[in-house]
């Protein structure tokens, strides 16, 4: 037996797949942000509001590309950033020690790193266009400094 495929079933099985992993998202966040600590829950925010500026930003971005039209973006990232701690080292009878370094009480912070992104979703207006999509990924992949494996561009309705 022959299987015919038709545009309309390959869309509605995107639809599925993608209210699917949506669906997922949404339980690992409430998993990740339900018995969380106030420091836990500050990170968390600090993440989100990052990665909500990114979104914006690109979305704005992109909907000036020629062809492109209205644009929404989502970008999913690693959890947790990463903070890198100034240590000093002691030795005492021959063992040595690596420790925090503070000042005045405080651990001193060399830098914190955002996580790192791990896919971008694009819906555009204009993405039914094979140039305009490809312009809209090579765009991305440049300014988030991602491969473009890790970005979808989908048409808006």
């Known amino acids: 037996m022959t299987e015919k495929w038709s545009l309309k079933g390959l869309i509605s099985k995107f ?10 998202a949404v339980v690992l966040l409430i998993i990740f942000t339900g018995g969380s600590s106030n ?9 989100d509001n ?11 971005a992109l909907s000036k590309i ?3 039209g209205k644009v929404s973006v989502v970008i999913s ?4 950033m990463q903070t890198v701690l ?4 002691t030795t005492e009878n021959g063992v040595t020690k690596e420790e925090p370094f503070t000042v005045g009480g405080k651990t001193v912070v060399i830098k ?3 996580p790192e992104i791990t896919g971008v979703l694009i819906v555009a207006k204009g993405a039914n266009n094979l140039s ?8 991305t992949a440049a300014l988030l400094d991602i491969a473009s494996d890790k970005i979808q561009v989908l048409p808006m309705k």
């Open 15 to 24: 639809k599925i797949e993608y209210l699917l992993i949506l669906v997922f």
């Open 39 to 47: 420091d836990d829950v500050k990170q968390v925010s600090t993440i």
């Open 50 to 60: 990052y990665v909500e500026s990114l979104e914006n930003k690109l979305s704005l």
């Open 66 to 68: 020629d062809g492109a």
């Open 77 to 80: 990232v690693e959890s947790g």
């Open 86 to 89: 100034a240590t000093e080292k």
């Open 112 to 114: 914190e790193t955002y």
């Open 132 to 139: 305009t999509k490809v312009a809209i990924i090579n765009a």
